[in-house]
Structures are given as C-alpha cells and as structure tokens.
C-alpha cells in the first residue's frame, strides 16, 4: 500500500468505511467493490478498504480481535510476529531491566506493540515511508512509543538513551522469494549484530532455517513454534540471556509455554523399538534438542539420524506427542495393504520421517475401503524402513 492509500484510509471518510465493512467473504468482494462504486464512493479508497479488510481477515491469526483496529501491507503481515510470541519477547526485555527500546526494523508495528504494552518506551524505526505510517496507527494508544522513517542502524543509541535494542532483517527480496544468505538480509546479520558492541541487550529474530553454524557463539539460541508451527528462531545477546549461550526451544501450545534447555552436547543413545513413541515438537527438533526428550522419558532414538525417540514407558511429555506402538513390520505395500485390509481400515493417517515415500501416492496404492482408522509411521529402525502401527495416547 502507498502513502496515498494509507492518507485515505486514515482520512474520516476512509476510516470509516472500513470500519463499517462486514466481515471479509472473497466471493462477496466484487458485488460490494461494485456497489460502493455505484454509491460514489473513489474506486481507489474501494480498493484500499478491501484490501485492508482482506489482510485483516488473514491477520486475526497472529493478532486476534487487535487486528480489526490495525493496518497491514502484505509483505509486513507475512513477517509480523504474533503477538503470543512477541509478548515473549517483551518480556525478556522487561526482566533484563531495559526501559527503553530501540525497534530498528520495526515492519508494521507487532513487536513494538508487545513492547509498549508492558510500559516499555519504544523508539521504533523502518526504512519504508509507507510500512513506517502504518506502524504508527498501529501503535497510535501508546503514548510512550515513537515511529520515525529511516534506518535504525543509523540511530545515535546513546543520544537517544537506548538500553535494549531489537531486529527482525527483511529476509525476502522486493519480488517475495525467500533470502538464504544471511549476509544478504536487509540489514545484514553481521551488521545487526555489531550492534551489540554498543547496547549488550540485543535480540534479534531470524528464520528458523538457519543453519547452526551461521548462530554466533555467544547467543541463546531459541527456536519458537505456536501449536506444532515452527515459526521463528530468536537470538538474545547479553542481559537478554541469563541462560547464557547454548540452544533451547520455546512451545507455545494451548496458551501454554514449555522450555526444552541444552543441557548436554553428547548425542542420544540408539536402540531397539519400545512399547512407546515420541513425535518431539518441530522447534525442539530445529533446535537439536531431541536428545533432550529422550532424557525426559528416558528412552532412546530410533535411528541416530531420525528425530523419533522411542521408551519402554509412557513418559508424558508437553513438548512431545506421545504414541503407543501397536505393531511394527518392515515396509512393502503388499504387506501394509494385507494387513490393515485384515484389520478393516478405511481412514488412514500416515506420517513419515527419514524416507522418500509420498503419504498420498501411498494412500492411493493402499487403496482401503473399510470402516476403521489408524494410524502409521514410516520411518527408519536401526537403518532399516519400518512401519510402526501407533495409537496416540
């Protein structure tokens, strides 16, 4: 959206209209686009208002009921944080003792409203006029919180009193594919990061692809998932950290936070296929803490390259779906189809890991017509393809 289409919108008007807009329904879009018109209304406000409402629709997700009184662009939707997730962000500033600070990429406003929510005074920057005005209605109820157009690497931290600072680079180039190479960030990590030489209390939040090798040294590391999506990975540099260096995962799951720590470096052990199997969360899995749950339920991985830990007792975990084995055999169709046929399954729900099958291409060669369910697991056992037979508990 440009400068133009946001003036309209914040205009009376404009700001009216698209509070008065029923909630969004895509087949209804072209009939109210057209009646609007009709009612003399400017096509380009029509438009600006549907695509607000539209983005706000898509919004409610990360944002909830906040995102009927905010404004949105695409690309800053795309990498808004959650507000879940940037609450646990803000508090990590909070209980470091930062009382202000300095959001330098601030996108459409998301972290900077967590900020500010909790008393935190905000100085928030992004180097797009447009992304920078909607920023600002976006944290137009806290006082305490500024928006300026421009680079938030060129701030005179110390002039303006910053005790904390904050980034989340653009990791996608103008025509929307993804940035790899995390010199190419828009700013660089490394850049981003020589902050820290200047304010300690830095964080920054990056893609949760980023390869271990690419994290600084002194980091805490933590990758985050909200209800099993991994959604980011979050590095926290100095009073930000007071677990100090090292990986973990937060899962946020139900309104619930669990923490999975690094506490050990040495690898899990392997061994044979027990009573019970575990689906360690996407973010524990990134992070390279698999080993953790296999300590939690005192179990052992399948296979040293596969993250599934089985153990020979239910160990209720939350940061782990938990399965009961019912049966296990060395993957063939002919096999797999024989059996569940026997056993009268029509709904199959298939998971895999470590292995080139494609559940649906399977599913259709299964081809099974009867009226009970299960559920199997396709994975390997001590390097060889297994089926597992599993019931969650």
């Given at each position: 959206?440009?400068r133009?289409?946001?003036?309209?919108?914040?205009?009376?008007?404009?700001w009216?209209?698209?509070?008065?807009l029923?909630?969004?329904?895509?087949?209804?879009t072209?009939?109210?686009?057209?009646?609007?018109?009709?009612?003399?209304?400017?096509?380009?406000?029509?438009?600006?208002a549907?695509?607000?409402?539209?983005?706000?629709?898509?919004?409610?997700?990360?944002?909830?009921?906040?995102?009927?009184?905010?404004?949105?662009?695409?690309?800053?939707?795309?990498?808004?944080?959650?507000l879940?997730?940037?609450a646990?962000?803000?508090r990590?500033?909070r209980?470091?003792?930062?009382?202000?600070?300095?959001?330098?990429t601030?996108?459409?406003?998301?972290?900077?409203?967590?900020?500010?929510?909790?008393?935190?005074?905000v100085l928030?920057?992004?180097?797009?006029?447009a992304?920078?005005?909607?920023?600002?209605?976006?944290?137009?109820?806290?006082?305490?919180?500024?928006?300026?157009?421009?680079?938030?690497?060129?701030?005179?931290?110390e002039?303006e009193g910053?005790d904390?600072?904050?980034?989340d680079?653009?990791?996608?180039?103008?025509?929307g594919?993804?940035v790899f190479?995390?010199?190419?960030?828009?700013?660089?990590l490394?850049?981003?990061l020589?902050?820290?030489?200047?304010?300690p209390?830095?964080?920054?939040?990056?893609?949760?692809?980023?390869?271990?090798?690419?994290?600084?040294?002194?980091?805490?590391?933590?990758?985050?998932?909200?209800?099993?999506?991994?959604?980011?990975?979050?590095?926290?540099?100095?009073?930000?950290?007071?677990?100090?260096?090292g990986?973990?995962?937060?899962?946020?799951r139900?309104?619930e936070?669990?923490?999975?720590?690094?506490?050990s470096?040495?690898?899990?052990?392997?061994?044979?296929?027990?009573?019970?199997?575990?689906?360690?969360?996407g973010?524990?899995?990134?992070?390279?803490?698999?080993?953790?749950i296999?300590?939690?339920?005192h179990g052992?991985?399948?296979?040293?390259?596969?993250a599934y830990?089985?153990s020979?007792?239910?160990?209720?975990?939350?940061?782990?779906?938990a399965?009961?084995?019912?049966?296990?055999?060395?993957?063939?169709?002919?096999?797999?189809?024989t059996?569940?046929?026997?056993?009268?399954?029509?709904?199959l729900t298939?998971?895999?890991?470590?292995?080139?099958?494609?559940?649906?291409?399977?599913?259709?060669?299964?081809?099974?017509?009867?009226?009970?369910?299960?559920?199997?697991?396709?994975?390997?056992v001590?390097?060889s393809?297994?089926?597992?037979?599993?019931?969650?508990?």
């Amino acid at each position: 959206m440009d400068r133009d289409g946001i003036a309209q919108l914040l205009s009376p008007a404009g700001w009216a209209l698209l509070s008065a807009l029923p909630p969004y329904d895509e087949s209804r879009t072209l009939a109210l686009s057209e009646r609007m018109r009709d009612e003399g209304i400017d096509p380009a406000l029509v438009a600006a208002a549907l695509t607000q409402s539209r983005l706000r629709a898509k919004a409610a997700g990360k944002f909830g009921t906040f995102a009927d009184g905010m404004l949105f662009t695409s690309a800053g939707l795309e990498q808004a944080t959650r507000l879940s997730v940037a609450a646990h962000h803000a508090r990590r500033y909070r209980d470091a003792g930062s009382t202000r600070v300095a959001d330098l990429t601030s996108g459409i406003g998301a972290d900077a409203m967590a900020f500010a929510g909790i008393g935190l005074r905000v100085l928030a920057t992004d180097v797009d006029e447009a992304t920078a005005a909607i920023a600002t209605v976006n944290l137009r109820h806290f006082p305490e919180a500024e928006v300026r157009h421009g680079d938030g690497l060129a701030l005179d931290l110390e002039a303006e009193g910053i005790d904390g600072v904050y980034a989340d680079p653009a990791r996608r180039t103008s025509s929307g594919s993804r940035v790899f190479d995390v010199a190419a960030y828009e700013p660089s990590l490394d850049a981003v990061l020589a902050v820290r030489d200047r304010v300690p209390a830095l964080g920054l939040k990056l893609g949760p692809g980023i390869p271990h090798t690419a994290l600084p040294a002194d980091a805490q590391a933590q990758w985050v998932s909200v209800d099993g999506d991994v959604v980011e990975v979050g590095l926290w540099f100095g009073p930000l950290a007071p677990e100090g260096p090292g990986r973990s995962a937060l899962v946020l799951r139900d309104g619930e936070a669990h923490v999975v720590q690094q506490t050990s470096e040495e690898r899990p052990p392997t061994g044979a296929l027990g009573g019970y199997l575990y689906e360690p969360d996407g973010a524990v899995i990134r992070a390279g803490l698999v080993g953790e749950i296999a300590a939690q339920v005192h179990g052992r991985l399948l296979d040293a390259t596969i993250a599934y830990v089985t153990s020979d007792a239910l160990t209720p975990v939350p940061t782990a779906t938990a399965y009961r084995v019912l049966d296990s055999m060395p993957f063939g169709l002919k096999r797999l189809r024989t059996y569940l046929r026997g056993r009268d399954v029509g709904r199959l729900t298939i998971k895999k890991r470590g292995t080139a099958v494609v559940p649906e291409q399977l599913r259709r060669q299964l081809d099974l017509r009867g009226s009970t369910t299960a559920t199997i697991i396709l994975t390997r056992v001590a390097g060889s393809q297994q089926v597992l037979v599993v019931e969650p508990v």
